[in-house]
């Protein structure tokens, strides 16, 4: 997780168009870091002049919110459901491998 300063010198930067690898070197983060903040500034309109108005806190709720608000859309798997398929196809392997150890001819010594 960036702090707020460095969040704003990224979108800075990235905006007079400084090379990815300057601001790598400047900032000490990854490429991958200032990829996704840049790209996240650009989907939400993000620029220089309005993080001016934004405090630093609120910036770090922007770009990391918390975990219970993201995704609250995303629908849970049927773990019960999961759960009973597993057990029978337990069952049926577990039938299957006595049912062929019964067919198997002894091993004569």
């Not at 997780?1 to 990235?14: P, V």
Request: charged content about 25%; glycine content about 4%.
């Amino acid at each position: 997780m960036q702090t707020a300063n460095t969040i704003r010198k990224i979108i800075r930067n990235k905006e007079r168009g400084i090379s990815e690898l300057r601001i790598i070197r400047s900032l000490n983060c990854s490429k991958g870091t200032i990829y996704r903040i840049w790209i996240f500034a650009k989907e939400n309109g993000i620029n220089s002049a309005i993080l001016e108005s934004i405090r630093d806190d609120e910036l770090l709720t922007i770009f990391y919110p918390s975990k219970s608000t993201v995704r609250r859309d995303k629908q849970l798997p049927d773990f019960k459901g999961i759960h009973e398929r597993i057990i029978l196809l337990s069952i049926s392997y577990a039938l299957t491998n006595l049912h062929l150890t019964d067919c198997r001819p002894p091993c004569v010594l």
